[in-house]
């Protein structure tokens, strides 16, 4: 470009900066409207408590906190991250590992009795999908696509979801065996009479898949571990139990393509196609049960780096609590359990929220009360 000396350079850049600072204070202006005109469609709703789940560990918080007064609203969610209100257990059918149901109970029935429980001690439930939240400012924010709560404390209990892999026969449509012979949860289904004493089958490569293999062989004649590579990425001791258990066979480098009856009852699981994925050769296995252990993803999206989430995405409390990051925002269930992720601990975890969230209540209650 060619210099022109005639040009009043500090003049020309005062007004580029000046129009530059007015397309800003327009724009601004232009979104704080739309921002304002977007909150004056949503219902406000104001609480002590909203509680961001529907599983048992969301239906025991609401339980505990209706019963002491807090009044809480609950947003259950709808197919939030694929799954019906009532979270994993909607996906199970026989639940025999949960106290008070000697006889066993099914998945769902399970929790709509939760949901049933919650609702007749007070709990205002809500089919909405949370789709944001606000932790800056209190009372906190809880967003819907109608509604807007404003809420003095919230529990955080979304869950987490199994990661399931996508092949012929592994759905749970017509043509799939998904609980009927393929599970993800060895602990929960391991025991069922379909299993016992039949082959069995494990994918995956880590920690989780070598417990769940090392505690299927307490059913299965045998346990398959099909893993896609030729090594484990699994602590060296869960490999050594694993290795030298005689029940136990290893699979390397294949995956499964397809899922298939069984001969004499196609409506559960019989077998699988195996393929080998450096020689491309397939082969069949003829197990009764597949369970899938390839970790599990925690449904924290929604908030958005708000809270201090682990290297897996998981919410961080404080050891022995529910307490989250944030003063006031608590955590329960398989949302902040990467461990246990069982009905049971996730109910009990539900009562701690609860509790804490009651404690913090009452705390900034009398800081209140004093300061007035």
């Not at 089919?127 to 003095?152: G, H, I, L, Y």
């Not at 020689?279 to 899938?292: I, N, Q, R, Y």
């Not at 609860?354 to 009398?366: F, M, N, T, V």
Request: charged content about 20%; aromatic content about 8%; proline content about 3%.
């Amino acid at each position: 470009m060619r210099f022109c000396p005639n040009l009043n350079w500090k003049n020309l850049f005062t007004k580029s900066r000046n129009f530059a600072a007015s397309f800003q204070r327009a724009s601004t202006t232009s979104f704080s409207s739309s921002s304002a005109a977007a909150m004056s469609n949503l219902q406000i709703l104001k609480t002590k408590l909203c509680i961001i789940g529907s599983g048992p560990a969301a239906h025991t918080a609401a339980v505990y906190a209706a019963r002491a007064e807090l009044k809480p609203i609950l947003f259950e969610g709808w197919m939030a991250n694929d799954i019906a209100p009532g979270g994993q257990l909607t996906t199970t059918t026989d639940v025999e590992n949960f106290p008070g149901f000697p006889d066993g109970i099914l998945g769902g029935e399970l929790m709509d009795r939760c949901r049933q429980q919650s609702e007749r001690v007070g709990t205002v439930i809500y089919t909405e999908t949370v789709s944001k939240v606000d932790f800056s400012n209190r009372p906190f924010k809880v967003f819907t696509d109608s509604k807007v709560v404003e809420a003095d404390s919230v529990v955080v209990a979304t869950g987490a979801v199994a990661k399931r892999l996508p092949f012929v026969g592994s759905g749970d449509g017509p043509d799939g065996f998904w609980n009927r012979g393929i599970s993800a949860c060895a602990v929960c289904d391991g025991a069922a009479p379909i299993f016992r004493n039949k082959p069995l089958a494990v994918i995956g490569g880590g920690d989780s898949a070598m417990e769940e293999a090392t505690f299927l062989t307490k059913y299965g004649s045998e346990v398959h571990i099909i893993h896609r590579r030729d090594s484990f990425r699994a602590s060296k001791i869960m490999q050594a139990r694993v290795l030298d258990n005689k029940k136990i066979k290893v699979i390397w480098n294949s995956v499964v393509v397809k899922g298939y009856g069984d001969e004499n009852n196609q409506r559960v699981l019989g077998g699988l196609r195996i393929k080998n994925v450096e020689t491309g050769v397939e082969s069949d296995l003829k197990v009764s049960g597949l369970f899938f252990a390839i970790g599990h993803e925690p449904a924290t999206k929604f908030l958005d780096g708000q809270l201090e989430l682990d290297s897996d995405g998981y919410v961080v409390t404080k050891p022995g609590t529910t307490k989250t990051s944030i003063e006031g925002v608590f955590a329960a269930g398989d949302v902040q359990d990467k461990k246990y992720r069982q009905a049971i601990t996730a109910a009990g975890s539900g009562c701690m929220a609860a509790l804490d969230a009651e404690h913090y209540l009452q705390e900034i209650g009398s800081q209140q009360d004093k300061s007035d």
